[in-house]
């Protein structure tokens, strides 16, 4: 999977795909991405890419003319599955979402700021619209960085053991049991006995009454 970001800020993603499983996504040649600064397209001699709103409301919204020749500069070179923008205002991102989208071969994610992005960048471009939860960031940034973790984990061959993206919190419609390591006795706090009795029935009988627990009394919404 190939993902192109248009940003205002490349700089703010330094590091998040350098590391952990995002980085060894690229390793293994399973995923590449692109930083594109959207200032870079701008034509503008002070290289303005935002401007005030027709109809005076406060704050600055983003011209459509450098994302357009971004975007329509990318649009030569790849066919893509999506082009997300990143938004407050978008469909709340769930697991079902980050499952469909990781199966796509080229997305395209840009990066709003200020008061948002000319409405015709929308209707022109844009063919999802997503958000990262129902609270406001100061730019798309961070939730594409969320949206690429979410999606990258899933593209199969990524994790060694695949299992582990199924059992994830959110696949079976429950979050994720309680999970245990060394020591046995930490100052007087033991794992539970069941999970050192080998009986694998048992295991996975106190898994679900503890995923089912946990789902309750933290998203009983998603029950
Ligand atoms: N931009 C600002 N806030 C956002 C959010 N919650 N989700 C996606 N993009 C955003």
Same mark, same amino acid.
């Given at each position: ?46 290289? #303005?890419? +935002? ?26 070179? #790849? ?19 980050? &499952? ?33 939860? +129902? ?13 690429? +973790? ?17 059992? +994830? ?12 390591? #060394? ?15 080998? &009986? ?13 627990? #946990? ?9």
């Amino acid at each position: 999977m190939h993902i192109d970001i248009l940003t205002l800020f490349p700089e703010m993603f330094t590091g998040c795909f350098d590391q952990s499983i995002l980085h060894r996504a690229q390793e293994k040649g399973l995923f590449s991405y692109q930083l594109h600064n959207i200032r870079d397209y701008s034509t503008d001699k002070h290289k #303005r890419v +935002d401007d005030y709103p027709y109809g005076g409301e406060a704050g600055m919204v983003m011209k459509i003319e450098p994302i357009a020749a971004c975007i329509e500069h990318l649009f030569t070179l #790849r066919t893509y599955d999506q082009v997300i923008f990143l938004t407050p205002d978008g469909e709340v991102l769930n697991q079902s979402i980050a &499952n469909e989208l990781s199966m796509c071969n080229n997305l395209m994610m840009l990066c709003g700021h200020y008061k948002g992005v000319d409405e015709r960048v929308r209707e022109l471009f844009i063919t999802r619209e997503i958000s990262i939860g +129902d609270y406001v960031l100061s730019g798309g940034e961070l939730p594409a960085a969320v949206l690429c +973790d979410t999606i990258v984990r899933l593209i199969p061959g990524v994790l060694n053991d695949e299992t582990s993206a199924l059992s +994830d919190s959110f696949q079976y419609g429950l979050l994720s049991p309680p999970v245990y390591t #060394r020591p046995y006795d930490f100052k007087g706090h033991t794992v539970p006995q069941v999970l050192l009795s080998g &009986n694998e029935k048992l295991i996975e009988e106190w898994k679900l009454q503890k995923a089912e627990e #946990r789902t309750k009394k933290n998203r009983p919404d998603i029950l």
